[in-house]
């Protein structure tokens, strides 16, 4: 079994993010389908323009047929991309910031990243350890069929 790959850009961990936020309480191919949609209206997971949507930018994405008009968790993205920001500029990366985290143990690492993040559990935050590449140990074929990382077809 190969283990999805580790985003390059803090981006990659916004997008996924996004993703698991989306896919709680839906099926992957309902999210899958509005993908581009949420790339477009979120500028490609670029951290900085995601932070700097404001109320108006939500209430309009909370309109648009591209993307699953759920407000909370289209701010919650927005939030996040802010949220990644200071820790990037703590830490250099977010994704630095993600391996010191999880070398110091997953579960500790999973509370902390439900602390700081909107509309992530501690199984949401483990299941975006194990789609952006990190060892959460055992996951089972539903998480793998869920949670791996999109890839268009």
């Known amino acids: 079994m190969t283990t999805p790959e580790r985003p390059t850009t803090d981006a990659g961990y916004l997008e996924a993010a996004a993703r698991i936020i989306f896919m709680g309480g839906l099926n992957r ?4 389908g509005k993908w581009d949609g949420f790339l477009q209206a979120f500028h490609g997971f670029d951290v900085a323009a995601v932070a700097a949507m404001g109320p108006d930018d939500v209430e309009r994405l909370a309109q648009d047929d591209r993307v699953i008009k759920y407000a909370a968790k289209l701010q919650a993205v927005v939030a996040n991309a802010r949220e990644m920001q200071q820790v990037a500029a703590e830490h250099g990366s977010f994704g630095a910031w993600v391996e010191s ?17 909107a ?8 299941n975006w350890l194990y789609s952006t590449g990190h060892d959460v140990g055992p996951v089972t074929d539903k998480v793998r069929e869920k949670y791996a990382p999109y890839r268009p077809a």
């Open 29 to 32: 191919r309902v999210v899958d």
């Open 101 to 117: 985290a999880v070398a110091a143990g997953v579960p500790a690492a999973c509370t902390e990243l439900s602390k700081r993040f």
């Open 119 to 126: 509309y992530l559990s501690r199984d949401g935050a483990r």
